[in-house]
């Protein structure tokens, strides 16, 4: 599968963005999909991971409450909706496939997006 992501920009602190992953292929609906993120100088790290079906979630503690993932298997498409962004979430945000279950860590994934920068103001 082939991952497209989009969406990122720049927005002042306690806005919000919605990054896109757009799928190429027939399976998309049958991996797990994930979004990550990688600020500069720092180790990518895990945000949210949704099921193939859209039913079951897992996010990290710093985004609960604040960011929501869900899909479109119709569209192929998986959604990062981002609320009361903080300057600290600017990162470059990658969406990534994976064939495991809910996963955080970023080995399991076995494809990726080429990333959107998201720059959050103060």
């Known amino acids: 599968v082939q991952l497209q992501a989009s969406g990122g920009g720049l927005v002042q602190a306690g806005g919000s963005l919605r990054l896109s992953c757009a799928a190429s292929g027939r399976t998309f609906s049958t991996y797990n999909m994930g979004w990550f993120r990688q600020a500069p100088g720092k180790e990518r790290e895990f945000v949210a991971a949704?099921?193939?079906?859209?039913?079951?979630?897992y996010y990290a503690d710093f985004v609960k409450g604040r960011f929501t993932i869900s899909r479109d298997n119709a569209k192929n498409t998986v959604y990062l909706q981002m609320n009361s962004l903080k300057p600290e979430d600017t990162a470059v945000y990658y969406c990534?496939?994976?064939?495991?279950?809910?996963?955080?860590?970023?080995?399991?994934?076995?494809?990726w997006g080429q990333g959107t920068l998201v720059t959050v103001s103060s």
């Open positions: 990534a496939a994976t064939n495991y279950g809910l996963e955080s860590s970023a080995s399991l994934y076995a494809y």
């Open positions: 949704i099921n193939w079906s859209g039913y079951s979630t």
